[in-house]
């Protein structure tokens, strides 16, 4: 069974930094991608970035290209997102998400792990 808990979240003031992390309890080799992914109140979820667990490809949302680095701790399980630049349209709930599945790197359908959550607000 696999766990996530992530932490580091909070209220910055718009320009400042956060960094998330993400520990992975019961990790497999037969993940194939790690994930933050993001819900604002009214929307839906959207991916932010992830890595392939397999060839370690990153991916980045296009809002967040240049301010965020997606980075993974293999000794340790951990997956971080180190949030610079941050901006008021940031503020979410932000989820560290687990697949063991093949598909599209942002499409929530595919992980079938999840973690709480961690709040991020920026405040302009």
């Known amino acids: 069974q696999v766990a996530l808990v992530e932490s580091g979240g909070g209220s910055v003031q718009a320009g400042g930094s956060l960094r998330l992390s993400c520990v992975v309890f019961?990790?497999?080799?037969?993940?194939?991608?790690l994930a933050w992914f993001r819900q604002a109140p009214g929307k839906e979820r959207e991916g932010v970035a992830a890595?392939?667990?397999?060839?370690?490809?990153?991916f980045y949302v296009d809002s967040v290209k240049g301010r965020f680095t997606l980075s993974r701790d293999n000794t340790k399980n951990r997956l971080y997102l180190q949030m610079n630049s941050l901006k008021p349209e940031d503020t979410a709930m932000y989820y560290c998400?687990?697949?063991?599945?093949?598909?599209?790197?942002?499409?929530?359908?595919?992980?079938?792990?999840w973690g709480q959550g961690t709040q991020v607000t920026v405040s302009s």
């Open positions: 019961g990790y497999t080799y037969s993940s194939t991608s």
């Open positions: 998400a687990y697949s063991q599945r093949a598909g599209r790197w942002d499409d929530p359908e595919r992980y079938n792990y």
């Open positions: 890595i392939d667990t397999i060839g370690d490809s990153t």
